[in-house]
């Protein structure tokens, strides 16, 4: 059975800090890896990671992939408020599907 | 371009209830599928289809049907709504070589 799992659940920080979201995963027939963020309704994409050790950037949000220990890291530097949300990762097997991890909610408060 | 429409928002069911949830995307995309999130567990697939015509299961298919008749609709049946169905649904596209897909806004079900 595939399997993703998110570390931590939680996380509280301020406005200006760093923070590190965690995603191991033990799947069959790995394709991808893919970060949405998820504030009140639908899921929003983030990255796709495919290749180890290249970081993906988008502004103040930076993500890396392991196939070798079948982890990634989503990174978000100088937080701000508009960056609660839960952070959900998902790999992609065969044909498409994704399985999610089970998500980390982050609250950045002012 | 609509992305990905979902109807209704909200719905309360009785139990032994059935219903369709409604999903339609304008992107043509040969990929859709169905989630339902409950809290702490993320997303989990209930059914999926990769074109017009054809439909699987995922993860969590039991009391659901769906079928997929056109390239643009994708509907969920439930066909005697259980509480243990009370949950966030949420329908998906995507193009059939790229896994990253488009979200609907949900649907917010109850069953009593």
């Known amino acids: 059975e595939d399997k993703v799992v998110q570390s931590p659940l939680s996380l509280v920080v301020h406005e200006g800090d760093t923070v590190t979201l965690n995603c191991s995963y033990e799947v069959t027939n790995f394709r991808s890896l893919l970060w949405y963020k998820q504030e009140k309704k639908a899921p929003t994409f983030l990255f796709m990671l495919?290749?180890?050790?290249i970081e993906k950037k988008s502004g103040r949000l930076s993500s890396i992939l392991d196939k070798k220990e079948l982890f990634s890291i989503l990174n978000i530097t100088a937080t701000q408020t508009g960056d609660s949300a839960v952070y959900l990762c998902?790999?992609?097997?065969?044909?498409?599907?994704?399985?999610f991890g089970g998500g980390t909610r982050v609250l950045v408060k002012p | 371009n609509a992305g990905v429409t979902q109807t209704p928002k909200f719905q309360v069911l009785k139990t032994g209830q059935s219903m369709t949830l409604q999903c339609a995307q304008d992107m043509n995309h040969e990929y859709m599928s169905w989630y339902r999130q409950d809290p702490g567990m993320g997303l989990r697939l209930i059914h999926y289809?990769?074109?017009?015509?054809?439909?699987d299961q995922g993860e969590v298919p039991n009391g659901y049907n769906v079928s997929r008749s056109t390239t643009e609709d994708f509907p969920l049946r439930l066909l005697s709504a259980a509480p243990s169905q009370t949950s966030v649904y949420f329908c998906?596209?995507?193009?059939?070589?790229?896994?990253?897909?488009?979200f609907g806004p949900g649907t917010r079900l109850t069953v009593l």
């Open positions: 998906a596209s995507s193009y059939s070589r790229r896994p990253e897909q488009f």
């Open positions: 289809s990769v074109g017009a015509g054809i439909t």
């Open positions: 998902a790999v992609e097997t065969a044909g498409n599907k994704l399985t």
């Open positions: 495919t290749s180890s050790g």
